[in-house]
Antibody, heavy 118, light 112 residues
Framework: EVQLVQSGAEVKKPGESLKISCKGS????????IGWVRQMPGKGLEWMGI????????RYSPSFQGQVTISADKSISTAYLQWSSLKASDTAMYYC???????????WGQGTLVTVSS | QSALTQPASVSGSPGQSITISCTGT?????????VSWYQQHPGKAPKLMIY???NRPSGVPDRFSGSKSGNTASLTISGLQAEDEADYYC????????????FGGGTKLTVL
């Protein structure tokens, strides 16, 4: 079964750093792009960026460029989303998803809730 | 990066049909047959319902169908059921950004 399993919920203070993960299984991790999506409380889905674990080619939405870093460790089939200095406005649910063909994403991870509060 | 335009909400009674629109431009929806649709129930991860405009993944009921005309894609749900009540998002490939994929703002479907 193809699965993406994300790391657990995090509670952080403003200014702290954070790295959340998305582990793929049941398929060739290096052969598919992985996308990251933000969903702020009560709001819609926003694409943040995508990474191709095979060669770490990474593309960011202009809204998120410079705000987060997307990476991958193909040796352990895991993609990452990280912040160097969190803000309260980073409070959201974050999803990873595997990109199929040109533009459809399946499956999705279960989501990681990030709460940033002083 | 502008989101695709969806109605904020639609509603229908059980057994009826509804259609959710997704309007973009010739740089995204209108230029490519790469529109997908996702269903999201509260507290759950999105689920792929339609890909490449009109294709259904295995396991998605044939009550769900997709189409496109010009710069507008549509998701139609026929024979509405209570469990169809959810948020629906369209997504399209786009040639107008460094990130080549964009979402719509989402539509809340209420089954009356």
């Amino acid at each position: 079964e193809v699965q993406l399993v994300q790391s657990g919920a995090e509670v952080k203070k403003p200014g702290e750093s954070l790295k959340i993960s998305c582990k793929g299984s049941g398929y060739s991790f290096t052969s598919y792009w992985i996308g990251w999506v933000r969903q702020m409380p009560g709001k819609g889905l926003e694409w943040m960026g995508i990474i191709y674990p095979g060669d770490s080619d990474t593309r960011y939405s202009p809204s998120f460029q410079g705000q987060v870093t997307i990476s991958a460790d193909k040796s352990i089939s895991t993609a990452y989303l990280q912040w160097s200095s969190l803000k309260a406005s980073d409070t959201a649910m974050y999803y990873c998803a595997r990109r199929q063909a040109v533009n459809w994403f399946d499956p999705w991870g279960q989501g990681t809730l990030v709460t940033v509060s002083s | 990066q502008s989101a695709l335009t969806q109605p904020a909400s639609v509603s229908g009674s059980p057994g009826q049909s509804i259609t959710i629109s997704c309007t973009g431009t010739s740089s995204d929806v209108g230029g490519y047959n790469y529109v997908s649709w996702y269903q999201q129930h509260p507290g759950k991860a999105p689920k792929l319902m339609i890909y490449e405009v009109s294709n259904r993944p295995s396991g998605v009921p044939d009550r769900f169908s997709g189409s496109k005309s010009g710069n507008t894609a549509s998701l139609t749900i026929s024979g509405l059921q209570a469990e169809d009540e959810a948020d629906y998002y369209c997504s399209s490939y786009t040639s107008s950004s460094t990130l080549d994929v964009v979402f719509g703002g989402g539509t809340k479907l209420t089954v009356l």
